[in-house]
């Protein structure tokens, strides 16, 4: 799959789903940059190694965000990622230890969802709500635990 990695994406692209690639985590900087993407979900071993490092300014547009069967166990996020983001699903990430606290000081979130993860994704999913709805007051966030 190596020539995959420099695939270029159109600059339209609203949705984008990637499955069993195993690309580096550090191709995922274009994918970042894309001013349209609003729905992106990376299943499967989309990307191989452990650390997904997100900064100030990437994901510009994104709403929807759902990451099924990684094997990462590091997810952090700067304060200005992902400011768009409403919904995160989390599924089957066995090895992830944290969803990244930044997402609880977004205005823009809704709703996380837990599936099948480690009980300290849950906790940091749990914690998340809490600074949404006593700092944020974002009464109407929500978390979805299911086993």
């Given at each position: ?59 510009p547009n994104l709403k929807v ?83």
């Open positions: 799959m190596d020539g995959f990695e420099d695939f270029t994406y159109p600059l339209n692209l609203k949705k984008l789903t990637l499955a069993c690639l195993e690309l580096p985590w550090s191709r995922i900087l274009t994918i970042s940059r894309l001013s349209n993407l609003e729905v992106l979900k990376l299943e499967g071993n989309a990307f191989r190694g452990r650390q997904w490092d997100v900064k100030d300014g990437e994901f965000l759902k990451l099924k069967d990684l094997r990462i166990s590091e997810w952090t996020a700067s304060d200005d990622s992902y400011p768009s983001l409403q919904k995160v699903l989390v599924q089957w990430c066995w090895n992830l230890e944290e969803i990244p606290e930044s997402f609880g000081s977004k205005c823009t979130m809704q709703m996380i969802e837990v599936r099948s993860c480690r009980y300290s994704v849950v906790n940091a999913a749990l914690k998340i709500k809490e600074t949404q709805i006593e700092e944020m007051g974002n009464s109407e966030f929500k978390v979805i635990i299911c086993k």
